[in-house]
């Protein structure tokens, strides 16, 4: 069974900073592809960053600069390190895998995801 857990969401200032986990199960970060999603109130799920097999990442503009993806293969866990916060980075945050090489930014070419932990930025 393939699980992602996600996790260290919460409430905090503009221009502070938070890291997002994701702990996976059934899956090996290392060997596939691994994206952060998010989804404001009223908007669309959106590509935010993502990691290869190889390590090389991807960053949507609007948290390029600010974000940071991660991973720690010993645990098999990606992290999200996220800096600078803006109240537009509202938003639940999910974790999720593509088994292959490539990064997409689509949500539909993921073929796992975990359950989300919400992030809230007060400005």
């Known amino acids: 069974q393939v699980q992602l857990v996600e996790s260290g969401g919460g409430l905090v200032q503009a221009g502070g900073s938070l890291r997002l986990s994701c702990a996976a199960s059934?899956?090996?970060?290392?060997?596939?592809?691994t994206g952060w999603f998010r989804q404001g109130p009223g908007q669309e799920r959106e590509f935010v960053a993502g990691i290869s097999r190889s390590g090389n990442s991807f960053y949507a503009d609007s948290v390029k600069g600010r974000f940071t993806i991660s991973s720690y293969n010993a645990k098999n866990t990606v992290f999200l390190q996220m800096s600078s916060l803006k109240p537009a980075d509202t938003a639940v945050y999910y974790c999720?895998?593509?088994?292959?090489?490539?990064?997409?930014?689509?949500?539909?070419?993921?073929?796992?995801w975990g359950q989300g932990t919400q992030v809230t930025v007060s400005s």
């Open positions: 999720a895998v593509r088994r292959g090489i490539v990064v997409p930014t689509i949500d539909s070419d993921y073929n796992y």
């Open positions: 059934g899956v090996t970060f290392s060997t596939n592809a």
